[in-house]
């Protein structure tokens, strides 16, 4: 079955860029019906979706985080990656992978997070 | 954006209650609602999606029902490996959005 396990330093200083690898095992991230996400949850806080990487290299974004994310994928070694750029304190969180993938119901298809890593946590600080 | 609110934000029930939570969204969603199960330091694991099927895997006392705006996730008979922090989140617009979570425990 598929697995996602989050990578990355678990510290990082205020200004600097975030970077973080989502390894996928059981599966291809080159699965076309599949999309893959980043997700964060801040201590206390909710989730928080970041953005996504669909159909062979596309992304999209939550506007909140005002153009300071980006997710590219690594098709040779079956991974994507999430880089946040000039952090502050409130960028401090479990980050979390997951796959989106298509449940059919009759004749209708949804998608949901079927698949999720342990997380990881990032704690932004001098 | 699409806001989702749960309640309670928290509750404490016995073994064997019946549990429900609700989630509602500030515009209509149709049907495209899941609920998450969260326990600390383990991965979410998806419960309901299409906010009434059952993902497989899943216990069959868990159930979701609604639509439009008005959700809820029920656990018919409530077990001790129930305590955790459950989700709402809706799929029909982007940004993808959360509930704010409902924190369950046993008494």
């Known amino acids: 079955q598929v697995q996602l396990q989050e990578s990355g330093p678990g510290l990082v200083k205020p200004s600097q860029t975030l970077s973080l690898t989502c390894t996928v095992s059981g599966g291809s991230i080159s699965s076309g019906s599949d999309y893959w996400s980043w997700i964060r949850q801040p201590a206390g806080k909710g989730l928080e979706w970041i953005g996504r990487?669909?159909?062979?290299?596309?992304?999209i974004y939550n506007p909140s985080l005002e153009s300071r994310a980006i997710i590219l994928e690594d098709t040779s070694n079956n991974l994507f990656s999430l880089g946040l750029s000039s952090v502050t304190a409130a960028d401090t969180a479990v980050y979390y992978c997951?796959?989106?993938?298509?449940?059919?119901?009759?004749?209708?298809?949804?998608?949901?997070?079927?698949?999720w890593g342990q997380g990881t946590t990032v704690t932004v600080s001098s | 954006d699409i806001q989702m609110t749960q309640s309670p934000s928290s509750l404490s029930a016995s073994v064997g209650d019946r549990v429900t939570i609700t989630c509602q969204a500030s515009?209509?969603?149709?049907?495209?609602l899941n609920w998450y199960q969260h326990k600390p330091g383990k991965a979410p694991r998806l419960l309901i999606y299409a906010a009434s099927n059952l993902q497989r895997g899943a216990p069959s006392r868990f159930s979701g029902s609604g639509s439009g705006t008005a959700f809820t996730l029920t656990i018919s008979s409530l077990q001790p490996e129930d305590t955790a922090t459950y989700y709402c989140?809706?799929?029909?617009?982007?940004?993808?959005?959360f509930g704010q979570g409902t924190r369950l425990e046993i008494k």
């Open positions: 997951a796959r989106e993938t298509t449940l059919q119901v009759g004749v209708y298809y949804y998608y949901a997070m079927d698949v």
């Open positions: 515009q209509d969603i149709t049907n495209y």
């Open positions: 990487l669909y159909n062979s290299g596309n992304t």
């Open positions: 989140q809706q799929y029909d617009n982007l940004p993808l959005t």
